[in-house]
């Protein structure tokens, strides 16, 4: 196990499945976003990997809590109501999740491809956006969002940095750290 796994791990309460790569760090040097691999083996270790809908995973304990509170105020409901009402918006939430569908499929390598051909689920592999979802003028979930904001900027996480600021840790009260250092320090 990596630095960047073993800390991101702590961080999720568990191993890591599927972690392709650290896509940010906070200010601190610690994992806030990561990247999945396509398919990720099943959670219990029987049977063929399959597709995981979410790219980006928001590892970030602090950002997590508070895009949790987020999530919990109605925001979804609020962000879909504007995609309705607001052709721009839909057209960017659509965008959105459209490049991170084109990112897992070009990630996808030719077993996996093949492996979701043979199970049927190759639409779900090359076509669902942000968190999986399949109507890409849904927002299905904020934290899916945000990690890929912070990974590749979107929409939605612009909303979430305007209206509601979501902040890294200060510095005197970094959660990590009782984690052990940031990998770049290890």
């Excluded at 490049?99 to 689920?121: G, P, V």
């Excluded at 929409?155 to 200060?170: F, K, M, N, T, Y």
């Amino acid at each position: 196990m990596t630095s960047d796994e073993r800390i991101v791990a702590k961080q999720i309460g568990r191993p890591p499945r599927g972690m392709a790569r650290v896509e940010a760090r906070c200010a601190f040097g610690y994992p806030t976003v990561v990247s999945v691999d396509p398919l990720v083996a099943h959670r219990k270790g029987r049977g063929a990997a399959e597709p995981f809908p979410t790219r980006f995973w928001l590892t970030c304990p602090v950002l997590v809590e508070q895009v949790s509170r987020i999530e919990a105020s109605g925001l979804i409901d609020a962000l879909e109501g504007d995609a309705r009402e607001d052709p721009a918006f839909a057209a960017r939430l659509a965008g959105d999740h459209a490049r991170c569908a084109a990112e897992r499929w070009e990630a996808a390598d030719a077993d996996a491809r093949e492996t979701a051909a043979r199970r049927r689920l190759l639409p779900v592999l090359r076509d669902s956006g942000i968190g999986g979802v399949r109507d890409h003028r849904t927002v299905k979930c904020l934290h899916a969002q945000y990690a890929h904001h912070l990974a590749r900027g979107n929409a939605v996480g612009e909303i979430l940095d305007v209206r509601h600021a979501p902040q890294e840790c200060s510095d005197d009260a970094v959660r990590c750290r009782a984690f052990g250092p940031p990998p770049e320090e290890v």
